[in-house]
Structure formats: C-alpha cells, structure tokens
C-alpha cells in the first residue's frame, strides 16, 4: 500500500512528462492520455481510501520513505510521503474533482490547437499538488507549494496572445511570490528553531516550546498565514484571483475553486500544532477569514462578468474556511468538510459558466445573458442546484458545512465570537443575494443577446456530454456530500484523529444558527429578486452607488496596491537611483577628477627647459646626500 | 701639502660648474661646465686615491673621461644640429619637449 503513495503523485507527473515533451505526435491523443493518468491516480486515491477504511483509527497513517534529498550533515531533507485522514480527504478531492475537470477540458477544449500542451499543465497541477497534501514535511511540502504556483501561472496564461491573461498569470505569480516568501521564511524559522522540518519532529516541540521558542512558534504562524493568504486569495493578497479568470475556464474550477486556493486551508489545518500554541496567530487567521469572507462577497455583488462573480463567491467561501481554521480545534474539521462541498458546487458552478459560455460564443457579461434555461436544461439544473448548495438551502451540501462554521464562530466565544459570527452571518445574506443575482440575470428574465465582436449571433446550446456529465456527477456531489458527512457525525469522526476536534460553548443554540441561517438566505433572495426578478435587467451597467462602483474595481484593491506597493516602489527605486547617482557614482566620479586636476597641476613641471631639470636633478641628488650623511650621523 | 686642500678645490670646481648649467643660457657654455664638474669629480678621485692608498680611484677616472670624451662627441653633434635648425644656441629655445 505505501508503494502506491509515491505511484498517486507519479502518474499525473508521468503524464505530464509525457506529454509535454512528446511534441506533436500526441495531439490526436494527448488530452487522453493526460485523463487517463488522472484516472488512474483517483482509483490509487479510492483503493487506498477502502485500504484506510478497512483499519483500525489508530493505524490509518501510512508513510513511505522514499530517498534523501538533501544529504547534508545537520540537514537531512527527505523525501516521504504522510498518508493520513487529513490528506486522504485531499487526495480524493484533487484527483476526482481533477479527472472530471479532464474529462470535462475533452470538449471545452475540442476547438483548441494546443489542447495537449493544456492537458500536460493540467496533469503537472495535479501531480504538485498531491505533492504538497502528500508530503510529510515542510520542505517537500514547499516543493510541492512552488508547483502549484507554477502550474497555476501557466493555466492562467494559457492564451497568452491574449495580454490580458498574460498580465493576469504574471499579477498571479507575483502575488503568490509574497505569500511563498512567508513559507519560505517560516520554514527557515522552524529548521533554526527545533532543527528538522518533518511534521513529527516539529508538531511535539513545538507543543513543548517555551520563552524565546514561544515567541518564535508566533511568528513561525504568521508566516504560515501570510504563505496561506497568497497561495488562497485571502486579503491582503487577494488581488490574482479576480484576474486569473483569464484562463480556460476548467483552469478556474479546478485552480481557483477547487484545489489550488484550498491549499492555504491544508496549510493551516496541517500547523494545527503550531496554530494552537500561538493563540495571536490564530486571532490574525480568524481576522483575515472574517474580512477576506465579507469582502469576497461584496466584490461578488457588483461583477457582471459571471466567472468575476464567481471567483469573487470563491474569495469569500475560502473566508470562512480559513476563519473556521483560525477558530482552533473546534473549527479544524468544519473547514475541511466546507473545503470539500465546496469543492463540489463551486467546481459544478464554474464548469456552468463554461458551459454557458461554450454556448454564447464566450461571451462572459452576464447582462447579455438571460432567459437561457429551455436552452441549457442540464446546465441550468446542475448549475442550480450548485446554487442552492452554496447559499445553503436546507438539506444541501452548503447548508451543513455552513451553519457548522458559523456556529462554531459563535462558540468561539465572548465579543469576538459574536463579531465572528455576525460577520458570518451576514456573509452568508449577501451570498444569498449575489448568487440569486448570477442565477437570474443568467438564465431567467429577458434575453439579452447580443452578437459578438464578428458579428455572429449566439445559438444557446446544450454542452457535448463531455462537458454535461462532470456537471451532473459534481451536482451529486453538491446535493448530497454534506449530508453524508453529517450522518452520525461521520466526517467529524473521521478527521478528528488528526486535527482534534472539541465541541465548543456555543452561547447560540443550533435551532437559533439555524434560523437564523434561514432569516438571512431569505432575505438575500428576496433582495436579489426585488432588484434583478421583478423589473427587466438594463443591458449596460447603470453607474450604481458609490459602494457599487468601488466593488466592480475590486473594492479599490489595485488601486490601493498601485498607491501604496507600486508607487512606494516607484519612490524607493528612485531614491535608490538618486543615491547611486550622488553618493556612489559621486565617490566614484570624485576621486577621478582629483587625480585628473591633480595631475593637470603636476604636468606643469614638465615645462620643456632643460635648466630647470637640471635643477630638480641637481636638488634631487643634494637630497639624497644630505639624506646619506644624516642617516650616517645617527 | 694637505691631500684634503684638493678635496676642497675639487668642490669648488663643481659648484662653479654646477652654478654655470644652472644659469647659462648658451648650450656651448653649459656644456663645458658639465665637463667642468666631470673634472672636479676625476680630481676628488685622484685624491681619494692618494688618501687610501690605492689606485681605484685613478681607474675611475679614466673611465670618466672615456666617457665625458664620448660624451663630447655626441653632445657637440646635437648643439650643432639644433643650431642649425634653430638658429640658435640657447638652451630656453629648445623647449618643445613638453605637454
């Protein structure tokens, strides 16, 4: 069994090896190869599963060492692989919501002549990042982090003759870059403090760590954090992801809903030893969820490009992950299961978008949407019922993983548990509100066609069965995954041997979060409706209000980068410019022209008369003497 | 009579020669005062000599005036030739040699 560890994360790279450098004799076949090997790796993913399910809780981790990688004196990177409850949930995430996006790239892709190419950065983004779930320490865990960056930058630029997907992959990068430097440096923090990197070795210190090293396990979570909010989209470095929808849209299911951005929530949950004992740490966590949730929905509101709206539903969903993840034990397993559901609908909802977009000649602006629900009515259903699991209709997906998190924000306790789960509570209101709007400007109201830049009309059409039948399998998932997991507490049960889990003091009982859940679904509907349902959606946007306007950029958050980031870099390197300019090349410049002018001086003795060599001679030789006989004397 | 009066004389001479190249303007004069103190030189080595005892000293200045007579040769040449470019015998008009 430890074997087929190494063969999970193998096969996807395999195939991206394969695939990207076979060259174009693998084009008629590519994409299949690349879904097979994806394939391949979900059922490994599934037999270990049934291995892990068939023993004891105690013996359910599995590790496989497999070589040194850094055989250094002092320093020992190795390369191994953890297999527990936490990262098994992962792997079967990544490899089944990967195959079926593979499955799904076979048609949205048909049309594209670099199909294969796509397939092989697909198959790298899934090897990576089973690399990174997989890992049993913080070394191969950065190897694996840096892969899914780059695999990331790549699917994003995907149509680089595009500049805007281009700039959009570099913004990604660069974001990301910050967030992996804070990796990078907790990592060094941990390796100076308690000397390895491996979770076994530096879970148990850091639970004994005490003074100085206490200090530094504080500082070894905010690096964790700053590495978790680059890598998920989390404010202050959630910038990319609006822009990143620039990519094929499978790229935005997979990347930027499913795995990639849930990778800063495995970061977390996986520290949970370090998180528990830096209680400063976690407050930041619950504060970066509690804002990046509100903030994500707000920017949510005001797109009219539906995979913007989208990505701004993803920003604020992997807030309350990561709040669920700050709130400590008792919020751990909450975030995982929300991780999984959400998984499901928001990778149903993004391969929706795609489809509609497959269908309106790529068009993305959903006020030229509406009315497409006779025309799609396997999109529109999947895509629906997507919709009633992320707003948390009762019985569905989003609704247990949810209210789970929202009232373990209130049993966080005392004024912060209340502001945490006020915050939450009115998240889940507005993404009522913006989802219902994506739901109706899509596919109810007017149709608000319009032909595109060549001319061409739009045809709505049902998607390929390629593309339908991942739909249908990821509506499943968004209907009934919650509920599974919440049958006799089953996921609790089962990810409680890694994380911890403990029942917080909720001051709100169950039935209140639950009604109060309800109260504000209903109304963020029924908001949504008044403005977008009941009176005809205005095909160009109206200027809106002055929050309106400021959510459509994003909520100003470029705008307060380019102030702040780009021209304070601006400043910087022009005063670094300047300073070069005076003082170093002043120095520089100085010393040349006083040798120079002190040389112009000295050339005039060199007047051309021979007496007054002669002098200098006859001088020079009286010095000598007189030199001789002085040193004579003494 | 004291060898050391020679000594005397001997710096005399050269003072004089040494004072005649630093003031005088005409090559031909100049020159003769560099043979001047070449010849102050052979006398404070002749003396030398009688003083230690030994003929090194006298060696030496044979040797001197092997070269002060090459020395004459080529250095008469050079006044000669310049004088007939220049038109002149003055030491401050051949001063080109400089920046």
């Known amino acids: 069994m430890e074997t087929l560890i190494g063969l999970l994360v193998a096969a996807p790279l395999l195939g991206a090896g394969i695939l990207l450098t076979g060259g174009r004799r693998l084009d008629r076949t590519g994409h299949l190869i690349g879904t097979l090997l994806a394939l391949v790796s979900f059922a490994f993913a599934v037999v270990l599963f049934a291995d892990m399910l068939g023993k004891d809780t105690a013996q359910r981790t599995l590790t496989s060492h497999l070589w040194t990688w850094v055989p250094v004196e002092g320093f020992q990177a190795q390369v191994g692989f953890q297999l527990d409850q936490l990262s098994m949930t992962f792997v079967l995430l990544i490899t089944g919501v990967g195959s079926l996006i593979h499955i799904y790239s ?55 003759h595009k500049p805007s997907a281009a700039t959009a992959a570099k913004k990604a990068f660069i974001v990301n870059r910050v967030g992996d430097i804070g990796l990078s440096i907790g990592i060094m923090l941990m390796f100076t403090t308690f000397g390895s990197f491996a979770f076994a070795d530096v879970f ?63 970061l977390i949950t996986r520290s949970s030893a370090i998180f528990n004992a830096a209680p400063d ?38 807030g309350y992950m990561i709040m669920a993840a700050g709130l400590g034990p008792i ?84 004024g912060e548990g209340w502001i945490l789960g006020s915050a939450a509570l009115l998240g ?81 009982s169950t039935a209140t979060v639950t009604a109060g859940t309800m109260v504000v679904l209903v109304v963020g509907v029924a908001l949504a409706w008044a403005m977008y349902g009941r009176r005809p959606v205005p095909a160009v946007a109206p200027r809106g209000s002055l929050l309106t306007r400021a959510a459509r950029r994003d909520l100003l958050q470029d705008d307060f980068n380019h102030v702040v ?42 007047n051309g008369y021979v007496r007054s060599y002669a002098v200098s001679m006859l001088g020079g030789t009286a010095l000598v003497v007189a030199a001789t006989l002085l040193m004579r004397a003494v | ?37 070449l010849n102050a030189c052979n006398l404070a080595f002749v003396t030398f000599s009688r003083l230690h005892g030994n003929l090194d000293g006298q060696i030496i200045a044979f040797f001197t005036m092997v070269v002060a007579a090459a020395e004459v040769v080529v250095g008469l040449a050079i006044i000669v030739s310049i004088y007939r470019t220049r038109h002149s015998a003055s030491v401050d008009d051949a001063n080109l040699m400089k920046l």
């Open chain 1, 204 to 266: 148990p210190k850091v639970a004994q760590a005490s003074g100085t090293q206490h200090a530094t396990v504080t500082g070894i979570g905010f690096m964790l954090l700053l590495a978790a909010c680059g890598k998920s989209a989390q404010v202050p470095l959630q910038s990319w992801l609006g822009d990143a929808m620039e990519g094929p849209t499978p790229v935005s299911a997979l990347i930027h809903a499913a795995t990639m951005v849930t990778a800063g929530v495995y």
């Open chain 1, 428 to 508: 889940a209101a507005i993404t009522a509100f913006y989802m219902t709007r994506v739901m109706i400007m899509t596919f109810f109201g007017e149709k608000r066609w319009q032909p595109d830049a060549e001319g061409h009309e739009p045809h709505p059409h049902e998607s390929p069965a390629t593309m339908t039948v991942p739909m249908i399998v990821l509506a499943f998932g968004s209907v009934f995954a919650g509920g599974l997991f919440s049958i006799n507490s089953a996921f609790v049960k089962w990810l409680e041997p890694v994380t911890g889990h403990s029942e917080g003091n909720s001051p709100v």
């Open chain 1, 331 to 414: 919020g751990y397993v909450f975030a995982i299961m929300h991780l999984v559901t959400h998984g499901f609908f928001k990778a149903g909802l993004f391969l929706g978008a795609g489809s509609v977009m497959h269908g309106m000649n790529d068009e993305v602006d959903m006020r030229r949407y509406g009315a497409l629900r006779s025309y799609m009515p396997i999109t529109f259903v999947t895509f629906g019922l997507g919709y009633l699991a992320i707003i948390g209709f009762p019985g569905l997906s989003g609704f247990f993983s949810k209210d789970k998190i929202i009232e373990a924000a209130f049993a966080k306790g005392g």
């Open chain 2, 1 to 37: 009579m004291n060898p050391v009066n020679y000594l005397y004389l001997s710096a005399l001479l050269f003072t004089i020669g040494a004072a005649g190249v630093l003031i005088r303007r005409n090559a031909i004069v100049v020159f003769m005062c560099v043979e001047l103190m």
């Open chain 1, 281 to 318: 740490a976690q407050t930041a966590v619950v504060t970066v969820g509690a804002v990046t949730l509100l903030f994500g929905a707000i920017v949510g509101c005001a797109k009219d490009d539906i995979k913007k709206a989208l990505a701004g539903s993803t920003m604020s969903q992997i």
């Open chain 1, 106 to 160: 076979i048609g949205y892709m048909a049309h594209d002549e670099r199909r294969r190419r796509f397939f092989g950065y697909l198959n790298l983004f899934l090897a990576a990042m089973l690399l990174l779930v997989l890992a049993d320490n913080y070394f191969l865990l950065y190897a694996g982090w840096e892969g899914v960056g780059l695999a990331s930058y790549l699917l994003i630029g995907f149509w680089q």
């Open chain 1, 565 to 606: 980031l780009v021209r304070g870099g601006e400043h910087l390197t022009r005063s670094l410019v300047y300073l070069d300019h005076s003082l170093v090349d002043g120095v520089v410049n100085g010393t040349a022209a006083s040798v120079g002018g002190l040389s112009g001086r000295l050339r005039r003795v060199q």
